[in-house]
């Protein structure tokens, strides 16, 4: 592996000639020998950790490193010393946020909007260190030291615009609309949301941070987080953009669809015998994902997800036969439907209106929430 | 009853299942019960896991729960019986025909995965 021979035998040079020197060296290392992987890296994470210091030379070299070796490696590590490059973090509120360095004002700005407007609309705050006293919380077995060692990490703007997506999708029973839905009698089961760097695999003794937990909900604290690694990760949509709106409307639903899972195993056309058992009834149409499988709780959430991001998806399913997962699912289907509507309290009747008078009388005392609608048209 | 249908590992097992008699679900194959199954709900509730472990000697082999991500499933397989169990709560009782660990893994248990969300 060759790194750095810019300028040996030569007149001595500036810093940055030296370092545009070098880059071109590795680059002619990258293309020539084909294993300068190491080399790129080291080059390349020089250049993440002084960030300060990047010039336009050196993102311009890293472009023609990028066009002049196929890699898909350096090509990662190009694009995360990039995304270092620009990226920087600022405070808003009790959160951290990843925002551009170019557009630090204005995302800085739309994070507080968002913040905003999920507790004033929806009445869910963006707190990730409840998150981390809920983990604690549920996670009694867990050696202290590992329950310690929780951390709350940096929001992406990604992630802060798909929470305001997934939101949407149950607007009629969250906030102030609640009262006005069918759940009004009921507490709103979900009110705050964190960003935290690692969850903790099993509550046991042995239990440990882990680095598998996309998301998990939290019942005692009304909460739920989402997870490192969460961020590139597309188990089930192609667009990281989807990925997270579903990620988060499946937690959403373990707190506020889970008054529905009862209504939910009787719905499902004899797939599941309660909530945590399949019954093996042949033909029956089984949940939209592998990962539905695991118990009725999860196929109602995946449901959800499946239900508010892909629709046809939903409908048509992937590909599988019916009576095994990713199959066609119009039952679960009508019921994302059906209990939409059970969020809207009954329409009283309207009031005989004469046509004379249409233009000038309310025809309606009732007015409903909005009716939930799949993603599309978020 | 409900014939062909399954338990976990269990298939081709005739179901049983009258709750004006018994919460427990009952799976039956060759004439012989297979598992008894005892769902969440009034009949385990009352039921703590230390009263199992103390009626089966100890608290088992722990597995992950098909519940969900915190509970943990234990089994005594030698004695036949399993339960898994959440925030100190039993949530389903296993009754089986006893047998070794590995024919319990091989013949019932159905690994449901990690939970990553």
């Known amino acids: 592996m060759k790194t750095n021979v810019a300028g040996k035998g030569k007149a001595p040079q500036t810093h940055q000639a030296q370092r545009a020197g070098a880059l071109r060296t590795a680059h002619l290392d990258v293309g020539e020998t084909r294993i300068a992987d190491g080399g790129a890296a080291v080059l390349i994470g020089r250049l993440a950790t002084r960030t300060g210091e990047a010039t336009s030379t050196d993102v311009s070299l890293i472009g023609h490193l990028q066009r002049t070796q196929g890699n898909q490696a350096v090509q990662h590590m190009i694009a995360r010393a990039r995304a270092h490059i620009q990226r920087k973090i600022v405070t808003v509120g009790t959160e951290k946020v990843e925002v551009s360095d170019t557009k630090e004002a204005a995302e800085t700005e739309e994070a507080k909007t968002i913040m905003e407007t999920l507790k004033t609309t929806y009445g869910v705050d963006i707190a990730s260190g409840t998150t981390v006293e809920a983990i604690k919380e549920q996670y009694t077995n867990v050696p202290k030291k590992v329950t310690d060692a929780l951390s709350t990490r940096q929001w992406r703007m990604i992630e802060l615009r798909a929470l305001a997506d997934a939101l949407k999708s149950y607007a009629p029973i969250l906030g102030a609309a609640r009262a006005n839905s069918t759940r009004k009698d009921a507490a709103q089961e979900l009110t705050s949301v964190g960003k935290v760097t690692q969850a903790i695999d099993t509550n046991t003794p042995a239990g440990e941070l882990d680095t598998t937990t996309l998301g998990e909900y939290f019942k005692g604290k009304k909460s739920f987080g989402l997870f490192k690694s969460s961020e590139g990760a597309t188990p089930d949509f192609a667009d990281e953009k989807d990925q997270l709106v579903g990620t988060f409307v499946h937690e959403m639903g373990h707190g506020l669809l889970a008054y529905a899972y009862d209504d939910f195993v009787k719905a499902t056309d004899g797939f599941w015998t309660d909530q945590d058992t399949k019954s093996g009834k042949a033909g029956a149409e089984a949940p939209i994902t592998d990962y539905g499988a695991k118990n009725a709780r999860e196929d109602l959430c995946e449901t959800a997800m499946m239900y508010f991001v892909k629709p046809d998806v939903l409908k048509a399913g992937q590909g599988a036969a019916k009576g095994t997962p990713k199959n066609p699912a119009p039952l679960r289907f009508a019921f994302m439907e059906n209990i939409g509507k059970g969020w809207l309290p009954p329409v009283k009747a309207a009031p005989q209106v004469l046509p004379s008078t249409a233009s000038s009388t309310a025809t309606s005392t009732a007015t409903p929430a909005t009716t939930p609608v799949p993603a599309a048209t978020h | 009853?409900?014939?062909?249908?399954?338990?976990?590992?269990?298939?081709?097992?005739?179901?049983?299942?009258?709750?004006?008699?018994?919460?427990?679900?009952?799976?039956?194959?060759?004439?012989?019960?297979?598992?008894?199954?005892?769902?969440?709900?009034?009949?385990?509730?009352?039921?703590?896991?230390?009263?199992?472990?103390?009626?089966?000697?100890?608290?088992?082999?722990?597995?992950?729960?098909?519940?969900?991500?915190?509970?943990?499933?234990?089994?005594?397989?030698?004695?036949?019986?399993?339960?898994?169990?959440?925030?100190?709560?039993?949530?389903?009782?296993?009754?089986?025909?006893?047998?070794?660990?590995?024919?319990?893994?091989?013949?019932?248990?159905?690994?449901?995965g990690p939970f990553t969300r």
């Open chain 2, 1 to 112: 009853m409900d014939p062909d249908r399954r338990y976990e590992g269990l298939e081709h097992v005739t179901h049983y299942y009258n709750p004006s008699v018994s919460p427990a679900r009952v799976y039956v194959s060759d004439g012989r019960v297979q598992m008894v199954y005892v769902p969440s709900g009034a009949a385990v509730a009352e039921t703590t896991p230390s009263e199992i472990d103390a009626q089966i000697g100890g608290r088992g082999h722990r597995l992950r729960s098909r519940t969900g991500k915190t509970a943990n499933q234990y089994v005594q397989a030698e004695r036949g019986v399993a339960y898994s169990e959440d925030e100190g709560r039993v949530q389903f009782v296993e009754i089986f025909p006893p047998r070794s660990l590995e024919a319990y893994l091989k013949d019932i248990y159905r690994d449901p």
